[in-house]
């Protein structure tokens, strides 16, 4: 493989298989997965709380917040003397932070926390959304997580309309416009290999970045 540094940020819908996807590509291109990985690291950063990131995003699921208000991400971190440091949206300028840092020395694979955008102006970010049928999604989601028909469309729907809103809050974008990805992946009739294989050879197609044999 290539030494270029390269990022593929997926962005992706409950149930859809994207974080599966995501790991067949960080397993073939020998690189780092980051998903919930960089609360730990935004807090080895900031000195706070690894547990008041993670408290952050489970309340904020179940917040009017970004219902009324949005805060676009502007690359501002509060410093340490103000009494919003700890607050959910420096917590998010932290991962921001850290996402930058990481791709301004290494290559990975990164899913959720808005990558797509805050990375959007580095050179070799592949930006993916990965969707499927809510068929596909229900079955992958009650098989997953043990669940019966009704609670795994609940609990898709509850994480769906959550990404949503989180995405347009610090983005001031629509999580589902195409316009915001390089591809739009519908794994509805394709495998785990299948899905990972496209978006490799979408890399190698545009960046000559090869994975290696």
């Known amino acids: 493989m290539s030494e270029k540094r390269f990022v593929v940020a997926l962005t992706r819908t409950c149930g859809s298989g994207a974080t599966w996807i995501g790991e067949k590509l960080a397993e073939d291109y020998g690189i780092d997965f980051y998903d919930k990985k960089i609360l730990r690291l935004a807090s080895e950063d900031s000195g706070i709380n690894e547990a008041l990131f993670a408290k952050a995003d489970e309340t904020m699921k179940h ?17 340490p003397e103000s009494p919003d440091y700890t607050k959910n949206d420096n917590l998010f300028a932290f991962q921001a932070k850290v996402l930058k840092e990481l791709a301004e020395r290494e290559s990975f694979v990164c899913i959720g926390r808005g990558a797509d955008y805050i990375l ?23 098989e997953r997580l043990s669940m019966d028909r009704k609670t795994a469309e609940k609990h898709i729907n509850e994480f769906d309309k959550y ?51």
């Not at 989180?166 to 739009?184: A, I, Q, V």
Request: net charge positive; charged share 30%.
């Open 63 to 79: 917040s009017l917040l970004y219902k009324v208000t949005k805060k676009v991400y502007n690359g501002e971190v509060i410093p």
């Open 163 to 213: 990404r949503r809103s989180y995405y347009k809050y610090h983005t001031g974008r629509e999580w589902e416009s195409p316009y915001n990805y390089d591809l739009c992946l519908n794994t509805g009739d394709i495998t785990i290999e299948q899905g990972a294989k496209v978006i490799e050879d979408y890399i190698a197609n545009k960046y000559g970045i090869e994975v290696k044999k």
């Open 120 to 142: 959007k102006d580095f050179p070799h970010v592949v930006k993916v959304f990965v969707c499927a049928p809510m068929e596909k999604c229900i079955q992958t989601e009650m």
